[in-house]
């Protein structure tokens, strides 16, 4: 038998799916795993080419298969379907891998470390306690709504809300206990929030990227922090409008015949990046640099202001790549 060069693994919970290949590209195996048999099966192979979907628990294989020798590449699920055949299944789908990691052109995904992982996964946790607390914030404003008490949208106009539902006689008893019981919530959501910020906080400061990164007018500490833990490699971008493309901060184009269409931009992309982006765009148009800077004076004056936000994210971004790729803070003399 031929040996094998090259094999698309297709990641599941329990059921792994391998598709290998000689270097002539002739079938020599295809075979289910369990998890259990997925190491003691790549152990007794030859050091190969190992193609696997970027997913969420793709870094860790990658590195259990990397310390066993063998050359593990992550590719972005979206490049990976277009080798798929016809219908989709987990013996197609490691067979497209296994096309799809052998193509010269091919992108691929940097591998994180567990160091890197885990911040990146701080990030995610941190998101997923603002959207709980946003929807408590919904919940409370609507039903206290319901009786005549109005608040704007935020978290501060709420503490107006609290405070009229610590009045006995404000709300019929059942709802207030509810309601309550909501607020107790809000508390505890705000308490851990607090709590993964003063982590990011002081990741921040041991990290010399995102000590560099804040350095950029509209970049925090979180924003900062999630760069650097996300944005590994910066370096494999040529240039810094494909960073800002690979962040989705441009036109999404519809071509043909030598006609371009340019529509809005292409949300493609690590979006929790974007939205950090948009945001600190928002806070430096909000800040004395738009009334001084000749470019954001411009903008605002010709551009809706989300579209401006949006502008001066990607050229925020393409900053953040200069930054990363010259390993220099951001000079404060150089306007944005």
Known sequence: MSEITTIGLDLAKRVFQVHAVDGGGAVILRRQLKRRQVEGFFAKLPRCLVGVEACGTAPHWARRLGALGHDVRLIPPAYAKAYVRRNKTDPADAEAICEAVSRPSMRFVPI??????????????????????????????AQMAEFGMVAATGPGPVRELVVRLSEPDSLPAMLREALLGLVRLLDALGREIAAVDQQLLAWHRDSEVSRRLSSIPGLGPITSSA??????????????????????????????????????????????????????????????????????????????????????ANKLARIVWAVMVGNTPFRAAATI
């Not at 494999?236 to 494909?242: G, H, I, K, V």
């Open 112 to 141: 994180k470390s567990e160091a890197e992982q885990a911040i990146a996964s701080v990030h995610r946790v941190r998101d997923r306690l603002i959207g709980q607390r946003t929807m408590l914030l919904n919940a409370l404003r």
């Open 227 to 312: 760069l650097a833990a996300r944005v590994l490699q910066a370096e494999r971008f040529r240039r810094a409008r494909d960073f800002a493309a690979w962040l989705g901060l441009v036109p999404r184009q519809h071509s043909s015949g030598g006609k371009i269409r340019l529509g809005a931009i292409s949300k493609k992309g690590d979006g929790y990046l974007r939205r950090l982006l948009v945001n600190g765009a928002q806070a430096v148009l909000n800040s004395k640099r738009a009334r001084t800077d000749p470019w954001i004076k411009r903008l605002i004056e010709h551009k809706p202001r989300l579209v401006a936000a949006v502008a001066l």
